[in-house]
Nanobody, 121 residues
Framework: QVQLVESGGGLVQAGGSLRLSCAASGSIFTINAMGWYRQAPGKQRELVARITSGGSTNYADSVKGRFTISRDNAKNTVYLQMNSLKPEDTAVYYC???????????????WGQGTQVTVSS
């Protein structure tokens, strides 16, 4: 069984910073891409940032230059450093990972439980 556990959300004033972490645990063979998505009230879930196993990254236009995604493959952990936060960044942030477990040949998508980020103006 695979679990993704997020931490680091909270309440911050506009212009502030937060760092999210997401650790994968369980019966893991390999982890391909990892990423962060967010969902604001009344809106669809959207990709924030994604990083491949080789370290290639891509970002939503709305966060480029402010957010940085990174990963520690030895710890099966992905991070999201969020700087210059804006009220419109307020959302529940979800960790995602493409994980292949033993005895399977293809990876599956796994999701964390979500962590609330609230940015006050």
């Amino acid at each position: 069984q695979v679990q993704l556990v997020e931490s680091g959300g909270g309440l911050v004033q506009a212009g502030g910073s937060l760092r999210l972490s997401c650790a994968a645990s369980g019966s893991i063979f390999t982890i391909n891409a990892m990423g962060w998505y967010r969902q604001a009230p009344g809106k669809q879930r959207e990709l924030v940032a994604r990083i491949t196993s080789g370290g290639s990254t891509n970002y939503a236009d709305s966060v480029k230059g402010r957010f940085t995604i990174s990963r520690d493959n030895a710890k099966n952990t992905v991070y999201l450093q969020m700087n210059s936060l804006k009220p419109e960044d307020t959302a529940v942030y979800y960790c995602n990972a493409e994980i292949r477990v033993p005895v399977t040949t293809i990876p599956y998508d796994y999701w964390g439980q979500g962590t609330q980020v609230t940015v006050s103006s």
